[in-house]
């Protein structure tokens, strides 16, 4: 298996993301179909709180080893970086095992603080049972992760995509069949059916880990060396550690997002409005799981790009190759802002018949999901700016970056629900605006620190965003004509599918083109790539003028 460059690795990771994101989005139309509106608020309780701890037990060691490995391949460090892997699997069994005992122990704990006073629905104990399933996922996932990380240091970047792909088949059909088989079959609570499904996690990850564990010995990428460097063990801890707190704070403010918005919507709606329970979990849910599985694909591009930017920026900063971060910040920049846009803008104008697609006609969800896909696009913006600041080292950044905005958010949820709830804006919606704020204020924060400890220039970010709004209003305006004179029934599910074939073709077409005849594209992908692409989507009956 071949080694990836930057816009190969990003367009990798991300088509196989995208995929893995649609497959993520899609088992949501079944699953939701059997355990219901009931059970997808109790799965998403416990999964909110389950991906806090991963993210802890995960997120930070694997990125910091990824870091790691590209600083030490550029440098020529061979055995250090071997060292790198065995120790950063050493620590992270510790913070597994720790992350693991805390969530099976606590679970009743963490159930009365989800649920709190609200009655009629799912239960404290309800939650501490499904989290309990779940719990036993933390002791594998990030010996999973760490592995991962390993390869996307070496840049097999195509590797470890592809192990989330096996990741995810695995885990949607026990999700599926499983939690088919206890409600359907033989008759079982929901709770177990709920708790079924989410153990999913725990064997989609072993098949991942066992095809990457493959792939390593396959290239020989664990092997003893001979040759000694002069970095020691503890130089090596100190910078895991080091790399690793950033990493480790990002993914729990990203996943801390949602369960705070779900725990302020639960207690603004429930305890201080009065909503019906009913109206207050589906919602709540909505808000922290619904809306984000169906905004997936979006978040899918800078998950791509983050697997690729980071070891690719790693390498140039460590040849203090300060030209060359300069260029990948822009394009990773210019990249996110041409894919992520008028995907927003796209799944917005969609977003009734979409939530009919997914979960059936329900005017609360689709207006929730409406500003969700903008909210996934600023989340797009900070998981770039966060990783461009972890690559270079400039912790402190990151760490105000991350706590900035969520702090902005937690402290505006209440207020702007509440605002809302008297101006006639439905209120939920405060929320969401909620976390663009605060997605949005963690950017600007991060590219100020950016420029002014790296003078940093984001001229041609800056250049490419203005032009791909040409395409993307344009885009917008031929959709809302079009739909102004084709006017579909929204609530059903064959008329909702055939508007959202209609508008994302004729949307994706008018986009592309625009984009194409501009020279954006080019701009944006570079020629040789886009020569690839034309190639590879019109088998060949395309070239472009001028091209190899």
Known sequence: ????????????????????????????????????????????????????????????LPDAVAKIISEYNALGYEGAKQRAYRIGRNLISIIAITSFLVLFIFAEEIGVFIIGTLEGGNTAQDVAFVIRCLSPSV?????????KGYLQGHKYISASSLSQLFEQIIRIFIILVGSYLVLKVFNGTLSLAVGVAVSGAFFGGLVAYLYLKHVMKKNNLIHEVDKEDKITNKE??????????????????????????????????GDILKFPTDQVETIASSISTWSPKICMVINAMAMGMTMSLVPTIVSAFARKDYKDVEAKINKSLSMIIFISLPMSIGLSILSRPVWTMFYGANDIGSTILSLTAFSALFGNLYMIVSAICQSLNKFKAVYLVSCTGFLLNAALDIPIMLFYNKVG??????????????????????????????????????INGFKTLIPALSMLVVLLVMNHFITLNESVRPTALLKIVIDTVVGGI???????????????????????????????LVKLKDAE
Do not use: C, H
């Open 425 to 462: 804006v439905p209120t939920y919606l405060g929320s969401v605006t909620a976390s663009i704020i605060g997605y949005s204020t963690s950017t600007i924060v991060g590219l100020i620190l950016l420029r002014k400890d790296g003078k940093y220039s984001y001229k041609q970010a800056v």
């Open 1 to 60: 298996m071949k080694k990836n460059n930057f816009v190969e690795g990003t367009i990798i990771a991300t088509a196989i993301i995208v995929i893995v994101k649609l497959l993520g989005m899609l088992y949501v139309i079944p699953f939701y179909a059997i355990v219901g509106t009931k059970g997808g608020a109790l799965y998403s309780y416990a999964y909110n709180i389950y991906l806090i701890f991963l993210g802890i037990s995960s997120a930070g």
């Open 139 to 147: 002791l594998l996932v990030p010996f999973l992760s760490i592995t």
């Open 236 to 269: 090596i801890v100190k910078k895991i550690i080091t790399y690793a707190i950033p990493f480790i704070i990002i993914s729990i403010v990203v996943n801390i997002y949602n369960e705070t918005d779900q725990l302020l919507v639960l207690r603004t709606l």
């Open 510 to 540: 008018v986009y592309i083109v625009i984009a194409f005849k501009s020279g954006l594209m080019e701009e944006i992908l570079g020629r040789q790539m886009l020569t690839r692409l034309v190639k590879k989507f019109t088998f060949g």
